[in-house]
């Protein structure tokens, strides 16, 4: 049985984007828990969930270009899943740039505004993950 095109790209973005999704989450859990990370550690993890970041926002971008493609035009959502792809967005744009300032100057935060550093992220990234399945099911 043959894969059609259209399935196999979309199935292979949402890998991507799984990953993504993955690494914000584990990235952030990680540097927190079962205990909090050395300073070194959640520098690599803070590269990682900045990644993972990017990672979302290109593949969320992928899903639009591929229904452009097999469409001539780009999925039609409503109420419900309209929001969630706003939340979505800002929680990257949010993710992305907590995580980007934490590389620049995180080294010279105390514990506690790193702490605070990581429980936004691992919060963004639940309620992104929480928006896309209001989105996925909802659109």
């Known amino acids: 049985m043959a894969i059609p095109v259209e399935g196999l790209s979309y199935a292979v973005i949402q890998v ?3 990953f993504g999704a993955a690494a914000i989450v584990g990235g952030a859990v990680f540097a927190l828990f079962p205990a909090t990370q050395s300073v070194l550690i959640q520098r690599s993890l803070a590269w990682l969930v900045a ?4 990672i979302q926002g290109l593949s969320g971008m992928l899903f639009g ?10 999925p039609e959502i409503h109420g419900i899943a ?3 792809l706003i939340i979505k967005v800002i929680c990257a744009a949010i993710g992305f740039s907590t995580a980007v300032l ?4 995180g080294q010279s ?3 506690e505004k790193r702490r605070t550093a990581w429980v936004l992220l691992i919060a963004l990234g639940v309620t ?11 659109s």
């Open 16 to 18: 991507v984007h799984n």
């Open 51 to 54: 990644l993972g970041w990017t």
């Open 65 to 74: 270009a591929a229904s452009f493609y097999f469409y001539g035009k780009l």
């Open 82 to 84: 309209t929001a969630s």
């Open 102 to 105: 934490y590389l620049l100057y």
């Open 109 to 111: 935060w105390s514990v």
């Open 128 to 138: 992104a993950l929480t928006a896309a399945a209001f989105l996925r099911w909802l």
